[in-house]
């Protein structure tokens, strides 16, 4: 399941991408056009920001704002930034990959095989949608 501070970030970078570029957005705007708690928005921003994927601006006029291009942002980096690892189980993480203790034997198991198509249809979904893409919805 997706977390909030995911769910919340998207929203945030999709209400970024809408804006002039370049130009700051207050969190207290994104918070109540997004209806995200500020508090919890503030951390977001902060990660996404440390990511390289936002710029702030400090003052009066200050906020958050888009350093890249939508088009160049890819979800794949959005969903690692925000949720971590995009495999399920850590046996078939690219790039996470730990080996699972009660598993004598990935080649032979379920899990993992059913695990490594969950993850590749999920990298070729989110390797194929951009912050423009979600923008245009």
């Known amino acids: ?9 998207i929203k ?9 570029t370049g130009v700051p957005v ?12 500020l508090k919890f928005l503030e951390s977001i921003l902060l990660t996404l920001r440390k990511s390289g994927l936002l710029g702030s601006k400090k003052g009066k006029a200050g906020g958050y704002y888009l350093l890249k291009d939508p088009k160049d ?3 794949t980096t959005v969903m690692r ?4 690892p995009i ?3 850590s046996c078939v ?3 996470y990959y730990e080996k699972c203790a009660d598993c004598p034997d990935e080649t032979a198991c379920a899990v993992h095989h059913l695990m490594i198509r969950v993850r590749d249809s999920n990298l070729k979904i989110y390797g194929e949608t951009s912050l423009a893409d979600l923008i245009s919805y």
Request: no cysteine.
């Open 1 to 9: 399941m997706l977390s909030k501070k995911t769910k919340y970030g």
């Open 12 to 20: 945030a970078l999709t209400y970024l991408a809408k804006q002039e």
């Open 26 to 37: 207050s969190i207290a705007t994104i918070s109540e056009m997004e209806n995200i708690s």
């Open 73 to 75: 942002v890819k979800m």
């Open 81 to 84: 930034v925000l949720e971590g």
């Open 87 to 89: 495999a399920m189980v």
């Open 93 to 95: 993480s690219l790039n």
